[in-house]
């Protein structure tokens, strides 16, 4: 009976179910989402809404750098265009695999640089829904991960996604959620959604892959909603200008261009 019963799950159930672990599924993931190319460039248009409706814009350059595979060390350069109140403030983040990233913000205001301590990867980015880790991403090893589906469909655009749903659940305390679901397109790895429950396991922040294009033969999101649905607050982004292998220099992450990013790389 136990026999047939397993040749039954074998038959009705999707291949990739036995083809991947969760680990491998969230690895992929990755790097689809953070890893594409040898280096990135796009316009990033950040609008920040609050629960009256009424949103704040903030516009900014990112440039990404990958040294070695998926889950190496990468780094990562921002410089911010508007408002008046955060323009030519730029933020570098050096990230390493296994251990806590090093992040530098430069305030212009006061002509300084701050070094952002790893105890505040949790902390909102630039006034917005998402967080400095959200923003560098999260070693696939801080997690534990299951499958909890391997069929469920997604509405994306005019089109519906079959994905994974993912179960993730940080190793240590001190995280901002107690776990997350994550639904991956199956076909992509494109994180299509994502869902963050907190200590007492009310869903209270919702991530949406809104809009997703080919840019130089990589599936790109370049719509993205981070929604809190404690506060009601949100935070649209929208990639415009993207191109991939561009090859930005190393020198470009250093404090030296943190304080006089070059022109050129930020236009």
Not at 60 to 68: A, D, E, P, S
Not at 128 to 150: C, L, N, P, Q
Request: aromatic share 12%; net charge neutral; hydrophobic share 35%.
């Amino acid at each position: 009976m136990i026999k047939k019963l397993i040749i039954l799950l074998i038959i009705i159930l999707p291949l990739d179910v036995f083809a991947l672990t969760p680990e491998e599924i969230v690895k992929e993931s990755q790097a689809v989402f953070f890893y594409k190319g040898q280096d990135f460039k796009t316009r990033v248009s950040m609008k920040l809404i609050g629960g009256s409706g009424q949103g704040r814009i903030r516009e900014l350059t990112m440039i990404r750098k990958n040294y070695g595979d998926t889950g190496g060390q990468q780094k990562i350069f921002m410089y911010f265009f508007q408002p008046a109140d955060v323009k030519d403030m730029t933020f570098m983040v050096y990230k390493y695999p296994a251990k806590d990233d090093d992040r530098w913000l430069f305030i212009p205001a006061v002509n300084m640089v701050k070094r952002i301590s790893a105890q505040d990867k949790h902390s909102s980015f630039a006034g917005s829904d998402f967080t400095y880790e959200d923003i560098s991403g999260r070693d696939v090893e801080d997690d534990t991960h299951e499958i909890k589906e391997a069929g469920r469909t997604l509405p994306i655009g005019n089109e519906n996604r079959d994905c994974f749903v993912i179960k993730s659940t940080p190793r240590f305390p001190g995280g901002d959620y107690s776990y997350k679901l994550s639904y991956i397109d199956k076909d992509t790895f494109v994180p299509l959604k994502e869902e963050y429950f907190d200590r007492k396991g009310e869903l209270y922040k919702i991530y949406t892959a809104d809009e997703i294009k080919i840019i130089d033969g990589f599936p790109t999101v370049i719509k993205r909603t981070m929604k809190n649905l404690s506060s009601g607050h949100k935070t649209e982004v929208v990639l415009t200008k993207t191109n991939y292998n561009i090859g930005i220099e190393d020198n470009l992450f250093s404090e030296r261009y943190l304080k006089q990013p070059p022109q050129k790389l930020i236009e």
